[in-house]
């Protein structure tokens, strides 16, 4: 029986539990030292958010970057298997509102993860797992060269690439590993819209009880789909070691991906209550997610207003 308290928890989204798939092996970068004089450091601990921010030259680059045929590759290059008897193609209306986030991890490869457009102020926001954006418990373990792509199925792209300007992750994740959730904020499109204006937003709820039937999305990187196209697993959500849990088999390239309640396979909305964080096993069984509560509300916060 696989060890499940808090810390090996923490321990698995440190591996393969993680979710997040790359076309070679895992190497862990060393960590940036510390150079912050003592009050900084106190100063930047006191914050609750950690925000990254990617400069304009950054956010081109990006762009250019991930073409499609690489975006292709990525998915090529990546086979953990076939998929499971609990995730099922998505076949219903088409969801606009999620997409697949593609960047360079922190080791140097192509990688990527799953990531849903929410209604927020600033009509840019989009929520996905922490550690699609840094390496939990590691500050100087972060990934670049970000894009989201909203709908994306088999090399198809038809709402646009956005780059992504700005990252926010609970600081308990950066320096423990725990609050696995982050909120993104993305530039306009070519035609100078806003991602929401485009596709739409899920809505989003902070401090709703476990429970009642979730539906979950991800772009495993399964066979014979390998992140190309979109997958669902339903299920009743239940507490679980402090997380929230459904019956669920994606695995890596999933992770991020929205669980949404009160879905309606019609209109393709629901309310999104949290994300795809961590699997029971490598050969797993239920996915895990966190249970959105006054943390998330703050980095979700964060991103809105930026």
């Known amino acids: 029986m696989p060890e499940t308290s808090p810390s090996a928890i923490r321990r698995l989204r440190g591996r393969a539990m993680g979710l997040v798939v790359a076309g070679t092996a895992l190497v862990l ?99 996905t797992a922490a550690h699609c954006v ?6 100087g373990n972060t990934n670049s060269t970000m894009v989201f792509v909203p709908g994306y199925s088999k ?24 609050d696995d959730l982050s909120a993104l904020v993305v530039d306009t499109d070519k035609s100078d819209r806003k991602l929401t204006d485009v596709v739409g937003g899920q809505a989003i709820a902070f401090h709703r009880a476990v429970g009642g039937t979730i539906s979950s999305f991800g772009y495993s990187a399964t066979r014979p789909q390998l992140g190309g196209e979109l997958l669902r697993c339903v299920g009743t959500a239940k507490k679980k070691h402090g997380m929230q849990a459904i019956p669920c088999d994606m695995t890596g390239g999933s992770s991020g991906g929205p669980w949404l309640a009160d879905f309606d396979a019609a209109t393709g909305k629901g309310v999104l209550v949290s994300v795809n964080s961590s699997l029971d096993s490598l050969t797993p069984t239920e996915m895990w997610g966190e249970v959105l509560g006054a943390t998330a509300k703050k980095v979700y916060d964060r991103a809105q207003k930026g």
Do not use: H
């Not at 004089?37 to 400069?55: C, E, F, I, K, L």
């Not at 840094?134 to 500050?139: A, V």
């Not at 646009?160 to 926010?168: D, N, P, S």
């Open 29 to 127: 970068a060393a960590p940036i030292p510390a150079t912050a004089v003592a009050g900084q450091a106190r100063a930047a601990s006191a914050d609750p958010v950690s925000v990254m921010t990617y400069t304009a030259k950054e956010r081109r680059e990006a762009l250019a970057y991930w073409t499609t045929s690489r975006m292709k590759a990525v998915g090529k290059s990546v086979d953990l298997g076939p998929t499971g008897p609990k995730a099922k193609p998505w076949r219903g209306t088409a969801l606009k509102t999620v997409g697949r986030l593609f960047f360079v991890n922190a080791a140097g490869a192509d990688t990527w993860c799953t990531a849903t457009a929410v209604k927020s102020a600033n009509r840019s926001a989009v929520m």
């Open 134 to 139: 840094r390496r939990g418990s590691s500050p």
């Open 155 to 178: 090399g198809k792209k038809p709402y646009g690439v956005f780059a992504v300007r700005t990252a926010a992750t609970p600081r308990t994740w950066e320096n423990d590993s725990t």
